[in-house]
């Protein structure tokens, strides 16, 4: 069992950043391949960014790539995603999850790749 928790969010203007961080609970953090995910309300849960356990391989949407990062601390049982240049579209809940199950890149889009989820963080950009 996995248990994730968000932190991190918050209001903030365009152009602005935000760091989220993501705490992972158990002794086998770094065998789970991590993923950001966001839900705008009257929206579906949209991936964001991933990162494979070692840290090597990382994925983007689209409308984050160049403007959003993700890392992970696996000494610290953590994954992060810096968020730069930030847009009111992309105000969201975020949520972070985690993922035992191995695919290819495009697997990790998918929200069925994720087996445990954190609650999510509100992220609010103002105009």
């Known amino acids: 069992q996995v248990q994730l928790v968000e932190s991190g969010g918050g209001l903030v203007q365009a152009g602005g950043s935000l760091r989220l961080s993501c705490a992972a609970s158990?002794?086998?953090?770094?065998?789970?391949?991590m993923g950001w995910f966001r839900q705008a309300p009257g929206k579906e849960r949209e991936f964001v960014a991933a990162i494979m356990w070692s840290g090597g391989s990382t994925y983007y949407a689209d409308s984050v790539k160049g403007r959003f990062t993700i890392s992970r601390d696996n000494a610290k049982n953590t994954v992060y995603l810096q968020m730069n240049s930030l847009k009111p579209e992309d105000t969201a809940v975020y949520y972070c999850?985690?993922?035992?199950?191995?695919?290819?890149?495009?697997?990790?889009?998918?929200?069925?790749?994720?087996?445990?989820w954190g609650q999510g963080t509100q992220v609010t950009v103002s105009s």
């Open positions: 158990g002794r086998t953090f770094s065998s789970y391949a």
């Open positions: 999850a985690a993922s035992m199950r191995t695919g290819s890149s495009s697997y990790y889009y998918n929200l069925r790749a994720y087996d445990y």
